[in-house]
């Protein structure tokens, strides 16, 4: 296979695979606090022939839209919450919280929403949540939300959900610029009709390519057929 058909072939890979991330966005648009990945398209020719630009993380925030619900949670900054999972820590901005049957303040799947002292017990009662992240009952501070931010550059890795990882090191302490607005949550950073347009633009690029790829092939069997036969 020539050097210019690998290359056509793993952009069209590359076209397959933004359109399955701009499918994913388009789903989960409605998601509180989700962020859209985005396709990078290859630096290089050589990264077009290895196919290894990967997607990264769109980290604009949403907009704060009222609930009125006092577990429902936004963060203004460039923080995230902390949840304890089976798994190890996880970070999200996603804040429609609940309450367990243990009464701990609890992400919608189960993880554990974390505080100073670890998981935050509430009991029956509704918390009162101020821009610091104080957790009050009864006019009592019975703790303090976990609130950090990531180092720039940092490749957060999702893990569905709107929860995230963080490879090496990245995680660091909140520098207190993050505030807590309690009865809000945080849209998702999608903007549909966006998407759909680049999922027209995608598709036009792989049809495009696609027709030359069959080009090619017509032509290749072409010249197959006519130097396989015999002259007389």
Do not use: C, W
């Not at 609130?147 to 490879?167: D, R």
């Not at 207190?176 to 999922?199: A, I, Y």
Request: proline share 4%; no cysteine; glycine share 12%.
């Amino acid at each position: 296979m020539s050097d210019s058909i690998a290359m056509i072939e793993n952009a069209m890979r590359a076209d397959a695979e933004a359109l399955r991330i701009i499918g994913q966005n388009i789903a989960n648009a409605d998601v509180p606090a989700y962020r859209r990945r985005v396709a990078i398209a290859p630096a290089t020719f050589d990264d077009l022939v290895a196919q290894s630009s990967a997607p990264v993380l769109d980290s604009r925030p949403g907009t704060m839209r009222s609930t009125g619900e006092p577990l429902d949670l936004a963060l203004a900054g460039s923080g995230f919450f902390v949840l304890q999972s089976s798994h190890g820590e996880l970070l999200t901005r996603r804040g429609d919280f609940g309450v367990s049957p243990e009464g701990l303040l609890a992400a919608k799947t189960g993880e554990l929403l974390l505080g100073a002292g670890g998981p935050v017990h509430v009991g029956a009662q509704a918390p009162s949540i101020d821009s610091l992240g104080n957790v009050r009952i009864a006019d009592e501070v019975i703790d303090q939300l976990r609130i950090v931010h990531v180092a720039e550059g940092t490749a957060l890795q999702s893990t569905g959900n709107g929860m995230y990882t963080i490879p090496g090191t990245g995680l660091l302490d909140a520098d207190g610029g993050t505030l807590v607005q309690q009865g809000f949550l945080e849209t998702s950073n999608v903007e549909p009709v966006g998407e759909v347009v680049q999922m027209m633009e995608t598709l036009r690029h792989f049809e495009a390519a696609q027709r030359f790829v069959r080009g090619y092939g017509d032509m290749m069997e072409k010249a197959i057929s006519e130097l396989g036969k015999v002259s007389s």
